[in-house]
């Protein structure tokens, strides 16, 4: 992205995958979303977080 000329990364939190279940909440996929704030900070992006309250059918 940033070799494209972009500075800026939008993506959403799917949050199926945080709580799969009521009251359930994965540490690994919250790891995951950690990890592309991390990424994104580090290469100089700004990450947009887009927040979509459920689930669109495929």
């Known amino acids: 992205m940033k070799d494209a000329g972009c500075n800026a990364y939008r993506f959403s939190i799917e949050w199926a995958r945080i709580e799969p279940t009521k009251g359930n909440f994965d540490k690994k996929e919250i790891e995951h979303y950690r990890e592309i704030f991390e990424f994104c900070h580090q290469n100089g992006v700004i990450p947009i ?10």
């Open 49 to 58: 977080v887009t927040l979509h309250h459920f689930t669109s059918p495929k």
